[in-house]
């Protein structure tokens, strides 16, 4: 039998990455005939950060190609899916598509996260692609209780509201073959994400020999997390399973209603968005590891791994916090100079590193997101191989970064 040929389209800084260095793994035989990886970033010279092993894999040029290519545009996105000469068409995409940044005005959202996925899914339903996998984002706020895909999950913020809308907007492609994935917060090698600044932060506290401190207590609020592998792996997993069903026995199996979660004067004008009364109905797998993390547990594995504790700010630290012009640069003002310390004495210097201790305001909010991961591991079948964030993985993590040159070493 031969192996899939697939198409990646988008997520190069986060996702797309992780995927690639699964099907294409370093040592032993590739998952698939050819991998062809789209996305607005130039790769050389390189204008997003892409990780040593990443950058390794695209040298495989016999089985590997990256295109940049300005997936707004209909045309291109025609063009991504042909085949090269004498090939066979593509038979999965992957859509890691979508604006990730928090403060996006509503028409980029529409342009850069919407509008792209309608292009890829109608093009990959008149082709006829066996799995269309749509990678969402972690922008939900799943309040008090772990949500089930049952559930109806609250958008978090405009970011939330737009990446949920273009879930419903891919739903109602007709003969797409979609897939719908919602992680928690990724972490990993070569992983730049929420989690990844936390384990920064916690490393700066610890290099300074001081307690790292939170917002948020008691921090018992759901903080679900999941491996950047496993990510890779629940996503090839997705695109069998769909490949073996066809959307309308998918949809049997594990379809859930995506109910309307926005707001109807927003969505009026925007092309390709299904009425707010249309009962829309995808599959739909939570990807989540086995921890049921909270703040206080991934704060606090972080902080032990490095050689401090972490705690809260005390009601008196919070309201002198709270009177500050810029709450934001007066949390980031202490640790931000002493990480550009850690790098400057680094032996060897990294002086270009992409990795920083800057904490956004996104990054200082309230996050609470807890998925239940049963139904992806009983339906899909995948078994969690990275259970939790522990010590062990965050020296990996570490370590590879070292080696690599982007973690500071010191003595």
Known sequence: MSKPRVLVCGGLPLYARGLALLL?????????????????????????YLG????????KTDIVEYKQANLTIPSIVTSI?????GQEPYDYVFDNTGDSRSDRSDEIQINSTCNVARYLGQEAARRKVKAYIRLSG?????????????????PEGLIGQWWHETQRILAAIPDLNLVILRPCWVYGPYT??????????????????????????????????IHIEDI??????????????????????????IRFRHEKDKVRDVEGSPSPDVKLVAPVFHVADDSNATLVSVASTACAFFGTKFEFFNTMEKV???????????????????????ITKSNPPVPNTPLTAYMDSRALAKHVLGLDNTKMKNV????????????????????????????????
Do not use: C
């Open 24 to 48: 294409v793994p370093s040592e032993g035989e590739p998952l698939v005939s050819h991998l062809r990886i789209v996305d607005k970033y130039s790769v050389n010279p390189p204008t997003t």
């Open 52 to 59: 040593s092993e990443f950058s390794a894999l695209l040298k």
């Open 81 to 85: 899916f042909e085949p090269s000469e």
């Open 138 to 154: 972690p922008h939900y706020d799943t309040g008090k209780t772990l949500k089930t895909e049952k559930d109806d999950v609250d």
């Open 192 to 225: 730049p994400s929420l989690i990844t600044t936390n384990l920064i932060v916690a490393s700066v506290y610890g290099y300074m020999q001081k307690p790292m401190k939170g917002l948020h207590g008691p921090g018992k609020h759901a903080y679900n997390t």
């Open 232 to 257: 890779a792996g629940v996503t090839w997993a997705a695109a069998k399973w769909m490949e073996g069903l066809g959307r309308a026995k998918a949809d049997e199996v594990a379809g859930e209603v």
């Open 320 to 342: 002198a916090l709270k009177m500050s012009k810029d709450i934001v640069e007066e949390i980031n003002e202490s640790h931000v100079g002493a990480w550009t310390e850690m």
């Open 380 to 411: 899909l079948n995948y078994q969690i191989k990275r259970p939790a964030l522990d010590e062990s993985t965050i020296r990996e993590t570490v370590e590879k970064w070292k080696t690599e040159g982007t973690w500071p070493v010191l003595a």
